[in-house]
């Protein structure tokens, strides 16, 4: 049965776009721009959604579970942008947040047809990861009806998984197969049908919003500064020793000397001299606080 993808609001045309071939590149990009700041107050309608899902999230990860993006083409690709940007960021587990695209991680930088039509492949592959009861998992499709996402979704739920649709049309097909949907409408695209452009962007935003406030939750900022900073370069050392600096007030010096008695974990440094505690007892503090910096030198000044 052949199917009317115009019903779509990801397929349908922009009118304000129409005349795009013929304008000059200032209009062209004037166009894209006046379009995109729609992205935000759109992402905007959705915010309870949003912190659904990363309630979701949240649990799973007091629970050792873990966050695992599904989706073909764009949509897959942010899931693994979004996924392998964790431990870096915030020093987790490779396993904690994974992304898993249709046709496999060489889809990530060549398209691999037909493989977001196959439902079962998208349970198969979630299978092969280990999915648990513990786990969310959120799946991704600007359309919406992607068979991938759906058997993906389906398994995921039947095992008692957390699941999240995130779409970019109303009553999407896979909003059905999930506890939670987000359905963040931004209307055509300046170039009818390329969802890389506002529907990815919407969900770039939206996927960042969910695991940084799950981190954010989990103990991994002190006020607005990365505490949990994975300190693998020269790069990522001064910026280490620079939130040490910002929330401490001791020199450059010192900062860097306790880094390095620290390991190398920025938590550990902080308290360590907001407490003036050696490395094992503040390790001790941060597990009785579970991680939480703030909690941690509150706990040693009572």
Request: a negative charge; hydrophobic letters at 40%; aromatic letters at 4%.
């Amino acid at each position: 049965m052949e199917e009317n993808l115009e019903l779509l609001t990801t397929e349908s045309r922009n009118q304000l776009s129409i005349t795009i071939d013929t304008a000059e590149p200032k209009d062209i990009l004037r166009i894209m721009n006046d379009q995109d700041q729609l992205v935000a107050l759109a992402v905007k309608d959705v915010l309870p959604e949003i912190e659904e899902a990363v309630k979701f999230v949240f649990e799973s990860f007091q629970k050792g579970g873990r966050l695992i993006y599904v989706g073909a083409g764009t949509s897959g690709r942010l899931g693994v942008l979004d996924a392998v940007e964790c431990p870096p960021t915030f020093s987790t587990d490779p396993e904690m947040v994974q992304g898993i695209i249709a046709g496999g991680e060489g889809a990530f930088l060549k398209a691999v047809e037909g493989a977001e039509d196959q439902p079962d492949l998208g349970a198969a592959d979630l299978k092969e990861v280990g999915l648990t009861e513990n786990d969310t998992v959120i799946g991704i499709a600007a359309s919406g009806r992607t068979p991938y996402v759906i058997g993906a979704l389906r398994y995921a739920r039947s095992i008692g998984a957390k699941t999240v649709a995130l779409s970019c049309n109303k009553d999407a097909a896979i909003s059905k197969e999930a506890d939670q949907s987000i359905e963040v409408i931004v209307g055509p695209e300046v170039l009818t049908g390329s969802t890389r452009l506002k529907a990815g962007t919407a969900h770039k935003m939206i996927l960042n919003m969910i695991s940084t406030s799950s981190m954010i939750l989990l103990g991994k900022a002190y006020e607005n500064l990365m505490v949990d900073v994975h300190v693998s370069n020269q790069k990522l050392k001064e910026r280490a020793i620079g939130i040490i600096r910002k929330i401490t007030g001791v020199s450059y010096e010192i900062a860097a000397e306790t880094l390095e008695k620290a390991d190398l974990q920025v938590k550990t440094a902080i308290v360590m001299i907001k407490t003036e505690t050696t490395k094992k007892e503040t390790e001790q503090l941060l597990t009785k606080a579970n991680g939480y910096v703030k909690k941690a030198i509150e706990n040693e000044e009572k």
